[in-house]
Nanobody, 133 residues
Framework: LVQLVESGGGSVQAGGSLRLSCAFS????????MGWFRETPGKEREALAY????????FYPASGEGRFTISLIHANNTLSLTMNNLKPEDTGMYYC??????????????????????????WGQGTQVTVSS
């Protein structure tokens, strides 16, 4: 039912910026989390940013804080990840994911969206980001 399609990846020099997009459709959740994740060879999948639709609170794990911004663009049903000051270690395949749940508690994204607390069942196909030094 829910479909996610990432775009916006590519190659960029260190220090540059990219904006990733995740177009979503088929959504009918009252409360949901959306997140951006990164996979690189030899490394565990890493969560970069989350947003909780109830209040649109965000949560950034250490690897993304200060440089990444997650947002919902309601006009075109798109999740965005704006990445600034990119570093070579940011290279990887970026995925968006989402999961809805019952109720709509007004709380912080870190309390309900962290992948250690919630299973994400809907994923996009990924978009590659390569940062050169």
């Amino acid at each position: 039912l829910v479909q996610l399609v990432e775009s916006g990846g590519g190659s960029v020099q260190a220090g540059g910026s990219l904006r990733l997009s995740c177009a979503f459709s088929g959504y009918s959740f009252r409360a949901f989390c959306m997140g951006w994740f990164r996979e690189t060879p030899g490394k565990e999948r890493e969560a970069l940013a989350y947003i909780y639709n109830i209040g649109e609170d965000t949560f950034y794990p250490a690897s993304g804080e200060g440089r990444f911004t997650i947002s919902l663009i309601h006009a075109n049903n798109t999740l965005s990840l704006t990445m600034n000051n990119l570093k070579p270690e940011d290279t990887g395949m970026y995925y968006c994911a989402t999961e809805g749940f019952s109720g709509a508690p007004r709380t912080k994204a870190r309390a309900v969206c962290d992948a250690s607390r919630r299973t994400y069942n809907y994923w996009g196909q990924g978009t590659q980001v390569t940062v050169s030094s």
